[in-house]
């Protein structure tokens, strides 16, 4: 089956650091990603990782274990505009490059509070 | 701005319509997604285009649903005889091979 867990909620103070787990069980796996969404918009793209490690970009990080089936995103600095709901998606490609799609979480809403 | 657009943003219909949207994507990406996203979830697969080609739809997906994409450019999700639970957000996205997806602002369908 598929699965992806994430927290429902978080809440974190301006300036501090976050970091949002992500553990998943899918047929296949060829990389996961993390979306960020504001209310009512579109989600947009963040951060991608295919190898076990680290990946830094900015004030943003995500950590990937495959062997653990396990992801986190960092978010460091807090702002009140990283308000939003954070996705973590897997692609799932269980035929070797026969499909892209991603396999989303439900989301983690994190409240950034001042 | 992604650079992937939807028209319309809203529609309201009412129950037992038929509603179409569509959807175009980065102009180089010859990948196309749609999902759907409710309330509190992440967005759930539709179907996935690689240029004109429907290469997977879900299972979720019943008939009243139908995607084209006929000359691998912009791409039309219809869906027939609507009902109250296919109210939801319409999300398109478009990627090129092997790399991240991106979104476009979506529409949000409200069946009466």
């Known amino acids: 089956g598929q699965n992806i867990d994430q927290p429902t909620e978080m809440t974190a103070t301006e300036g501090a650091i976050v970091q949002i787990n992500c553990t998943y069980q899918?047929?296949?796996?060829?990389?996961l990603f993390w979306y960020q969404q504001h209310a009512g918009e579109a989600p947009t793209f963040l951060s991608y990782n295919v190898l076990d490690g680290l990946e830094e970009k900015g004030r943003f990080s995500s950590f990937l274990s495959r062997s653990k089936g396990y992801s986190y995103l960092l978010l460091k600095e807090l702002q009140m505009k990283d308000s939003a709901s954070y996705l973590c998606a897997v692609r799932d490609d269980p035929y070797g490059g026969a499909t892209n799609k991603l396999i989303f979480g439900t989301g983690t809403l994190l409240a950034v509070q001042p | 701005d992604t650079g992937v657009s939807q028209n319309p943003r809203h529609k309201i219909t009412k129950r037992g319509q038929n509603v179409t949207f569509r959807c175009d994507p980065i102009?180089?990406?010859?990948?196309l997604y749609w999902y759907r996203q409710t309330l509190g979830q992440g967005p759930e697969f539709l179907t996935y285009f690689q240029n004109e080609a429907q290469l997977e739809k879900s299972r979720l997906l019943s008939d009243r649903f139908s995607a084209e994409r006929p000359k691998g450019s912009f791409s039309t999700l219809e869906i027939q005889r609507t009902e109250q639970g296919d109210s939801a957000m319409y999300l398109c996205?478009?990627?090129?091979?092997?790399?991240?997806?991106?979104f476009g602002p979506g529409t949000r369908l409200t069946v009466t």
């Open positions: 899918t047929s296949g796996f060829n990389g």
């Open positions: 102009s180089e990406h010859n990948r």
């Open positions: 996205a478009s990627s090129a091979l092997g790399a991240e997806q991106y």
